[in-house]
C-alpha cells in the first residue's frame, strides 16, 4: 500500500473514532470524499483537502472549508477540520439518534482520542444543546468540558458565556430499564400444562 493510501485511510480511521458510541457498522464503509484540491506530501505524512470538503462513510458526515490531516511517527493521525462553520454528523450505535459538532475548527487527537470545537463551538444530540467558546470531548469518557469567554465579545449575543439546553430524560425509558440490583422473581404460569408421561 504507497503512502499516500495509508494517509487516506489513515483519515478513514480517524473520522470513524471521532465521535464515541459512534455507530461501528461506519468503519465498515466505503469513504467518499469531495474537494476542490488534495495535496498530499508523503515526506511530511500530511494530507491537505481543500475547497467545500465533505466527507462521507456510512452515517459520518464531516464538511469543512479545508480538512488538513498529520501522521507521527507511531502512526497516530491528527485532524484540523476549518471553515465557517466546519461541522460532522454521525449516528450513535444502536439509536436513531445523531450527534452534530460545530465550530469555525474541530480538532480531533487519534493519540488523545479527544474532539475540540473551537469559535461558535456546538454539539447537539437530539434535543441536547451545548454551546460555547471551545467544546473539549473526551471520546474514552464521553465527558464534555465547555469554556465561554465572558467580556471578550460584547457585540455577541451570548455574551461569551456557555449556554445548554438538556432535556429530561423519559420516564418511560427510565421504567423500561430493569434496576441492576433487583433480584429476578419467578412466577408460575397458569397456561403451561403438565408433560405427558
Known sequence: MSRSNKLL?????????????????????PIHLEADRVDISEQQQVSVFSGAVKLTQGT???????????????????????????????RHEGTDEYMEGYGERIEYDTRAEKVDFYVRARVKREQDDVQGDHISYDT???????VGRPGMDPDSPSDGR?????QPKSKDAAAAVPPKNDALTIQPSSTLSKPKP
Not at 483519515?11 to 458510541?21: N, P
Not at 474514552?140 to 465547555?146: C, D, G, K, M, S
Open 9 to 29: 485511510s489513515g483519515l478513514v480511521l480517524l473520522c470513524c473514532a471521532a465521535a464515541a458510541g459512534a455507530d461501528t457498522a461506519d468503519r465498515e464503509k
Open 60 to 90: 459520518l458526515v464531516v464538511q469543512a472549508d479545508k480538512i488538513v490531516v498529520t501522521q507521527d511517527k507511531h502512526g497516530y493521525k491528527h485532524l484540523t477540520a476549518t471553515g465557517r462553520l466546519a461541522s460532522f454528523r454521525q
Open 140 to 146: 474514552r469518557t464521553e465527558a464534555f468540558q465547555v
Open 162 to 166: 456557555v449556554r445548554a439546553v438538556l
